[in-house]
């Protein structure tokens, strides 16, 4: 082998782990040979050899680009959920969700844990216990009131990459993103009222709808432009909507960014409207380019977006750790919190202010980025190779969520229960509707590692749905 | 001095130290012999000492008690709080009272923190540092539905000391008391309900009452006896209550402890007028004598009382950790927690659980509760020495409160502005009520050791009582 098609053998692996993401441009020709000590005619001659191999492609003046592994597949279509506000009935299926965890005997592929076995989150187990031994004061008293200054002020320095400035002091800590959502709803609204989503959406937030004695009203969204503005309009004209909920930044279950320039005009239908916009952005940091998308929020002049968001799904679940900015309903949500919990568990707060503080989060962040952008081409290519044909796949541009909308007659709920003997669980599509649709529909995780296993399982999925499909004709 | 003058000098530092609490019983003559190592008469002479300086007892036939240094003094009469439903409206002034954090600089006696500084919490130190090494997966991942079943079976083993026999399955895990309080009483109520409660009351249920748009009616309560049972029939002819919250062992703020008749009584009318009944039991486990008394949930045969305690007052508020025993609503408990957090963290209820099933909780148990007692002697002393002289006040039977009824004239409010330049703080009466009553009460914590700093703070507290006093005149 050259020292060229060695160079290239190089780059292809490091492409296909992620090191070098779909879409981002390779180190310029002379950048790449001083940073590698390798010539600039093997640079040259392997960027060439990666062109043939059809893993990159040359822009002109510009470089050469990663090129996604993959033929493009078809994208669902607009949504379209009922239009008209309904109740939401469906906590028996959320709760069965949540309640299978993956094991060594069981695949939860419908789950929405992040991998927590990268190594760039050891430091934040030492972290822990260094405040365990060296604040047990402070880790034993529960922080009242908005939470942890130390906190708060690394959340206000994290949300200045979407563009926002807010001050500490309009930071409310909570218990995880849902304790957000849920105060937000609690602050924003009265029984009776009508709540506006994007559509799928979150079941954990239609719950909070649900149990706040709300109705929802769906909006037709787009799998790569978000919620429709023209169907929200025509909305706003028909209904007396008091809220707006979504997930404009790599949404979940879609996986889409909604444009900087719906994102201007959204905020301008909430003022002719006056509505007020809870900004779900638990997956914006996760968004695989750089820099990530701005927020609803960095746009916001008149204080009525409530950002919420968590580190439960850029660090882990398990620390409860979430917040809220709630502009000008602030006072209001101190108190819901207080009521809800009296305030948040310190050790959480104290450990994770030092590991954003000390870099950890940021390298965990692109380390656990990386990897989620290289497993969902892997889980795109098997979901081509191994699903009915006809299927269509969102293309996610961050976080870990596959979206597919199978032939018309395959039900997945029934597809779930015939996965069941299997070990395998997925996240039936019509858990994301208040109005049961989206049932040929189901989200995927490919938060984990792609082993044999999965790749097995996926393959298992697809006969099923196979099977289900030639029943249903 | 000779060696019986030796030994009960001894026995006398233990006694004010709290190791042998109020109430309770010594050694028998010879068990004492041996268990120290002195001969018989050495223990009799200074039993007897013990007994000429006041401090001990004998019973006939039974053996030495240990005395109340304390000349009785008068308790507050009967509470007679407003006899109508009325709205909460004093979020401003349970904010403030939250925020003050005992510091270097500022005693906080109002506030409602146990001491977490007894050796016996080191244990649960080790045992948090070694889950967040040995159980990495479990402790990032977050313990949905009922919560971690290990701390479930751990907490059902402890209610049975207050004679409660509950399947770990009719446990629900929360935030805190807090979450606990707030989740059951959204179960049960619809906006406008009115919700009956022991008066005065915990500010921090008052505020979740308020929230979920309730009204309130309190009920007239004595410092002995707890809530007067004819007083709520009463109001129960005459108000349609859905649901009555109270905290029947070891009151906060009153610290009486409901006589079982009453208990018994309390869930005849329950099943009469048909109401659900909250129990508070945040403190029931830190009542000083064995066994803890019986909880309301122990004799509750149509499972219609709601048990709500946390680990907050007995090991630390800080590790956010709590449950209901929600009895017949436990689906609906299970499906608001998921609403209002998703789950909670799975390093406290790791931690918890081997910290009670090694016996440490326990131990901790035991030593706190003498301390809390000795402590409780102590500043009655020193609030029957420097607060004017007419002052009434509690005697509670466990946990760390005092309730103060000063002369009437006096506001505590004003009190409070007083004592800000001398850095102290106290607990205002009137946060504990609804209708603003009680203008003339405080309520002390006595959780942290007795310090010379305490007892100045007494002195200060007296005299400035004593000065608003003359001015009322």
Redesign the interface.
Known sequence: MTLYQQFAEELKQQIQQGYYPVGQKLPSIRAMSQLRGVSISTVQESYRLLEDADLVYSKHKSGYYVKSPLKTASLPELSQPEQRPVLIDN?QE??AL??T?SSQHFLALGRG?PD??FST?KPL?RL??EN??QQ??????????NGLLKLREQIVRLMQHSGCQVHPDNIQI???C??AL?LSL?ALTQ?GDIVAIDSPSFY?SM??I??NQLKVLEIPTHPQNGISLPALELALEQWPIKVLQLIPSSNNPLGYIMPEKNKLKLLALAEKYDFAIIEDDILGDTVYHYPRPRSLKSYDSQQRVLFCSSF?KT??????LGWVAPGRYSTML???K???????????QLAVADFIEQGYYDKHLRLSKQHYQARRDIMLHWVQRYLPEQTKVSFPQGGYFLWLALPEGIDSFQLNQHLRPYHIGIAAGSLFSASGKYRNCLRLSYANPPTEAVEQAIKILGQQAQLLLQQSD
Chains 1, 2 share one sequence.
């Open positions: 906590w959320v709760l949540t309640m965890e844990s927590t076995s989150l187990q822990m216990n365990i031994k047990s004061k402070q880790v034993f008293s529960c922080a009242k009131g909570t218990a995880g849902q304790e849920s609690k029984p954990g719950q909070a649900q149990s439960s660090i882990a679940p398990g620390l409860r101190t108190h819901l207080f009521v809800s919990s009296l305030g948040s568990a310190s050790l959480p």
